[in-house]
């Protein structure tokens, strides 16, 4: 009864597939090559159909030849390098393609005919091993290679999970005695493995044994993980109607996905987008490409969302997308975001799709000032730049000054970054500053692309020629207002009626996917008690929340010494006993603290406690700017001061908190956001904190960490 439900799965499947555009015969798999995981009569009907000049050459060579020679090269460089870019071969002049990808402009008759050409085949119950006789359900194949594999079950006796398993434990990518399976092979095989039920989809780019990481393929339902309900069939009939549609799986092997290489250039991971990165991405071209230039886009994707890699897609798409009359919408894509990113895995990203060198520049300020090389980089004509929030400013002037003189157009990409030298008028951020946030950003604390964007906008009816999308995990309510969509724009925003975003992919459905943690399971509020010098009285909070009036005595209440000592004690001993042990004794945690002045004392504090007490505990503080503290020490205390941080010694603090000597960090209006170490285990709050600073704060522990056998959890 199992087999049979799940035969009837594949049936529904192919014969949409078979419907739409896809080669698709019940006997197909007699005639799959498993050495050299293709199709052969596909693979020789493209060249035929696609290069006829080069179909001479290859007709006399014979197909078998013909097989061992694309293999070779796949073997390599990948199937993905070998589908992009083609294969030299005796006989042949220039490179023979092995597929036809959409360009951006389609105006080339003889492309666009290749185009048409591309075999697309769906084979199912293919016996794939060099070793044992297994099948697996379904394989897709581009003009005659193999793509992707799927696993299907029903879900009437089995889930996802039995197909996840079976790609763990029965499809190993290695067989003792005979080496790879050449359509399991990392990189050399199938580009993407489907686990597929009626009610969840997941996958996999590297299968690894039992060690095979699977990715959720879901739409997400209700805020959280999984489908919704279908009327029209299926929970994930999207798999096989949206995603393998035939343009749609062209661009995703053309475009989408990304070969992530190690230092020596060899490829380490593949990167298959999630379905909401397809979905956003998508949207916002669909969007822009409807709607023109000078619209708003906000995308709310939480944490755990791979934002790096969806900023990265839409500056491409974007930076190559061309309106119904033939034109780039855009002469430049900006796309801002923060040092540490930009220098990692942004860039990484953003230049992995660069087919043509030199349409992208990062603004270094390697060659003069930074605003003079963005200026020219401009004025060049980039199809996309990279710059820092510290630059942006600058760049929204310039391209704000080119599209009233010039008529030339742009996009704005906003990533959630954050810096305390932002270069803004006072007055501009003072529109778009809650007053706590004023205060916060006088005692060093950072304000992000959202504010200025926010204090830029504020005054002005519009930018006609730009083009605004913000990335950000927890916007703002000025976020919202100024970038978020009324469901009705014909009436005002108001109840039922408030601007909401572009896209979203929520905390919730990040936390169930298991991207990130849920923090607030293991939160334990402390109750305040402090204790002043005057005979060591306690006093209640009833108490303490009168004195509140008196601002300057609370201040001093919270920085006396004995109440510092306190709390240093409390919460070293309780890391010692409840979070070193963790992550195999690698464990750290966060000390979040009200003021600058209150981290440069707790430092002092927690450095005394532990050297009296002997631990083997480092301790590192964080903030910026200067402190002037006589009860401290005499002179200014900077982050890289040699008292409170003397093992820095020119190293970013980030870096080195990393190591394995480090295990407290103090923060003070710093690293409460855009702070990734996945080694946090517990945070100690000692201040107020509420909104979107709660929930950003707070994330600084939702990372997900596994090594070997060590989860965090």
């Known amino acids: 009864m199992n087999k049979h439900k799940e035969i009837t799965f594949e049936d529904e499947i192919c014969a949409h597939l078979a419907a739409h555009g896809r080669d698709y015969a019940p006997g197909d798999a007699a005639q799959y090559d498993k050495q050299r995981a293709m199709f052969p009569d596909d693979l020789m009907a493209w060249v035929e159909a696609s290069q006829p000049k080069a179909w001479e050459g290859v007709s006399a060579l014979g197909v078998e030849a013909v097989m061992d020679r694309i293999r070779k090269q796949i073997d390599a460089r990948g199937t993905l390098d070998v589908l992009r870019h083609g294969v030299e071969m005796l006989g042949v002049k220039g490179t023979l393609k092995l597929a036809e990808f959409k360009p951006a402009l389609a105006e080339n008759a003889e492309i666009m005919a290749r185009y048409a050409a591309n075999r697309l085949r769906v084979v199912r119950q293919v016996r794939y091993s060099t070793a044992k006789g297994d099948s697996i359900d379904l394989v897709l194949f581009l003009n005659g290679i193999a793509v992707a594999t799927a696993e299907l079950k029903s879900d009437y006796t089995q889930s996802v999970g039995d197909a996840i398993d079976q790609y763990r434990f029965d499809r190993p990518p290695r067989t003792k005695g005979r080496g790879l399976e050449p359509l ?113 886009y906000l995308i709310q994707h939480s944490a755990g969302s791979g934002k790096t890699n969806s900023i990265a897609w839409s500056a491409h798409f974007l930076a190559d997308l061309h309106g119904q009359d033939g034109r780039k919408m855009f002469d430049t894509v900006i796309v801002v975001s923060d040092r540490k990113v930009i220098d990692g895995q942004l860039q990484d990203a953003i230049f992995a799709f660069e087919r043509t060198k030199g349409v992208v520049q990062t603004i270094k300020g390697k060659s003069g000032s930074k605003s003079g090389e963005l200026a020219q980089a401009l004025a060049d004509g980039k199809k996309i730049v990279v710059c820092t929030i510290q630059t942006f400013p600058f760049a929204l002037a310039e391209v704000r000054d080119l599209a009233a003189t010039e008529g030339k157009t742009f996009a704005v990409i906003a990533d959630e970054a954050h810096s305390s030298q932002t270069g803004e008028a006072a007055n501009k951020l003072k529109e778009a500053l809650s007053l706590e946030e004023l205060e916060e950003l006088k005692d060093g604390g950072e304000v992000s692309t959202e504010d200025i964007l926010a204090a830029q906008m504020t005054a002005r009816a519009s930018d006609a020629g730009i083009t605004y999308v913000a990335f950000t995990a927890t916007p703002k309510a000025k976020t919202l207002e100024l970038f978020g969509r009324r469901p009705d724009p014909s009436r005002p925003a108001g109840d039922g009626n408030l601007p909401e975003p572009f896209h979203v992919y929520s905390m919730r459905q990040a936390v169930e996917e298991g991207f990130i943690l849920d923090v607030l399971q293991n939160y334990t509020p402390y109750s305040l008690a402090l204790k002043l010098v005057n005979h060591a009285k306690t006093q209640t909070e009833d108490e303490v929340d009168k004195a509140t009036a008196m601002r300057g005595l609370m201040q001093w209440v919270r920085l006396h010494p004995y ?134 704060t707070l994330s600084r522990l939702n990372r997900a960490y596994k090594s070997g056998d060590i989860v965090k959890d």
Not at 228 to 238: C, E, F, I, V
Not at 670 to 680: E, I, R, S, V
Request: proline residues 5%.
């Open 563 to 696: 109440n510092i000592s306190q709390k240093v004690k409390i919460v070293v001993e309780h890391f010692r006993e409840n979070v070193q042990h963790l992550l195999g004794g690698k464990a750290k945690a966060m000390v979040v603290l009200q003021s600058r002045k209150e981290a440069v004392r707790w430092k002092l504090a927690i450095d005394g406690y532990i050297k009296a007490q002997g631990y083997p505990l480092g301790t590192l503080v964080a903030f910026s700017g200067e402190v002037i503290d006589a009860d401290s020490g005499p002179g200014p205390f900077t982050e890289t001061n040699s008292t409170v941080n003397p093992d820095l010694k020119g190293q970013e603090l980030k870096e080195v908190f990393a190591g394995p000597d480090y295990h407290l960090l103090l923060v003070a209006n710093k690293f409460q956001t855009g702070f990734d170490q996945p080694l946090l285990s517990a945070m100690y709050i000692d201040r107020r904190l509420a909104g979107v600073q709660a929930v950003q």
């Open 184 to 296: 399991l092979a990392f990189h050399t095989g199938a580009l993407v493995h489907f686990a597929v039920s009626s009610s969840e989809v997941f996958m996999c780019t590297r299968l690894e044994g039992k060690d095979s990481f699977f990715l959720p393929f879901n739409r997400g339902h209700d805020g959280g993980a999984g489908n919704p309900l279908n009327p029209d069939g299926t929970k994930t009939d999207y798999l096989w109607k949206e995603v393998w549609q035939r343009d749609s799986w062209l661009q995703l092997i053309g475009r989408y996905i990304i070969p992530e290489k190690d230092k020596k250039g060899q490829v380490e991971k593949l990167i298959f987008p999630r379905y909401h990165q397809l979905d956003a991405t998508r949207a916002l071209v669909a969007a822009v490409l409807e709607e023109g230039p000078g619209k708003k």
